[in-house]
């Protein structure tokens, strides 16, 4: 049975935010940092109680991104950016991510963020991962994400226009016109020190 669903950013931070952390006890709630520095809005409202359910705390934060911004951080949420990200930013999320963080990031189609102008596949090369130009646009086509590490059951999600994900482990599916499962719009790494990339290729699966 295929569950319909557009919360693949939920299923996704419970898994980068709680999963794959150490075994040792926690003293206090993993923290998401919510970047609002590169054209994002600000978080959608039932996202607190998401965090709540996840034992998570928000942060966020309008400042670039440095190290001391990501000080204490379990996860950097990158929501739809639209504006650049500077070398030094780069650098400061590489380092986060390589020494055990998660990064969750989520771009639109072209239309509303721009791949070169954001650059942000300078954020997941360095892990193998890229997100590519547009796909062939399919109006309302949906998508598919299927059971494993990130949902535990095939979930129908909604797609209509967006990108492709290359490299990491594929795990959700933009849907063909006849209605198959065809290039990979969502997809994960794991990484050494207990860091994890989930990058998705389109808006509507970060609706919560």
Known sequence: MIR???????????????AVLPAQAQTSAPVVVFDQAHGQLPPPPQMADVARKLGLAIRTSAEPITTPTLAGARILYLRAPSKEFTASEVEAIVSFVKGGGALLLVLDEERRQSLAKTGVNNLISPFGMALTPDTDYLHNNGAVAKAGEINKAD???PFSGGRAVEGGTPFAFQLDKDGNPAQPFGAYARL?????????????ASLF
């Open 4 to 18: 319909m669903t557009s919360r693949l950013a939920t299923t996704s931070l419970c898994v980068i935010g709680v």
């Open 155 to 157: 979930r129908a999600v």
């Open 192 to 204: 050494e020190k207990g860091g994890r990339i989930v990058v998705l290729g389109e808006g509507m």
